[in-house]
T-cell receptor, first 113, second 115 residues
Framework: DAGVTQSPTHLIKTRGQHVTLRCSPI?????VSWYQQVLGQGPQFIFQ???????GRGNFPDRFSARQFPNYSSELNVNALLLGDSALYLC????????????FGPGTRLLVL | DQQVKQNSPSLSVQEGRISILNCDYT??????FLWYKKYPAEGPTFLIS?????DKNEDGRFTVFLNKSAKHLSLHIVPSQPGDSAVYFC??????????????FGKGTLLTVNP
């Protein structure tokens, strides 16, 4: 079975631009979460979606938004990019059971110049 | 305020020996704990987990120990192999019924296993 896939793998943007990152979960997983990992830190929770509804939001500004589609894939959007948004953006999927295990994709590396 | 702490940024061990990675947490609401391994240019890979109702969980060469009173967990790798060289993240999740959605991660420990 295919794991979590993310696109694109790398992206370079300039300040003020907008970016859309995409994620396809493991087949059968209905929950998708997004994390941001900056250099030297652990991943930080941004959003969780389940059945197309937002179930959790981390401490990120409103410039960050996301949505989940009927096929459970998801998009993360970031508006008005800042230099500090440069990071690895990770998507994780989960079967949404009491077991909190989430399975991560390879990530999208975003560089904001 | 960092709720999950991995105080050792790096650890170096010889092949065949035991690797012990430590993690401390401060939030009493955490109910489920996980370890992930991360290679450069890849996403974190799930290794092993433990529920707060247990104090030990074992899977092959990997064992996780949980001391709830001390709010401390550790990952033991025996025997260590060069392919285990990676960054190891400790993560914790609150008990929210089926909504174990938010993983809180430590900063990671870089393990190097020398041949």
């Amino acid at each position: 079975d295919a794991g979590v896939t993310q696109s694109p793998t790398h992206l370079i943007k300039t300040r003020g631009q907008h970016v859309t990152l995409r994620c396809s979960p493991i087949s059968g997983h209905k929950s998708v979460s997004w994390y941001q990992q900056v250099l030297g830190q652990g991943p930080q929770f941004i959003f969780q979606y389940y059945e197309k509804e937002e179930r959790g939001r981390g401490n990120f500004p409103d410039r960050f938004s996301a949505r989940q589609f009927p096929n459970y894939s998801s998009e993360l959007n970031v508006n008005a990019l800042l230099l500090g948004d440069s990071a690895l953006y990770l998507c994780a999927s989960s079967p949404y059971t009491r077991d909190g295990t989430q399975y991560f994709g390879p990530g999208t590396r975003l560089l904001v110049l | 305020d960092q709720q999950v702490k991995q105080n050792s940024p790096s650890l170096s061990v010889q092949e065949g020996r035991i690797s012990i990675l430590n993690c401390d947490y401060t939030n009493s609401m955490f109910d489920y704990f996980l370890w992930y391994k991360k290679y450069p240019a890849e996403g974190p890979t799930f290794l092993i987990s433990i529920s707060s109702i247990k104090d030990k969980n074992e899977d092959g060469r990997f064992t996780v120990f949980l001391n709830k009173s001390a709010k401390h967990l550790s990952l033991h790798i025996v025997p260590s192999q060069p392919g285990d060289s990676a960054v190891y993240f400790c993560a914790a999740s609150p008990n929210s019924g089926g909504s174990n959605y938010k993983l809180t991660f430590g900063k990671g420990t870089l393990l190097t296993v020398n041949p």
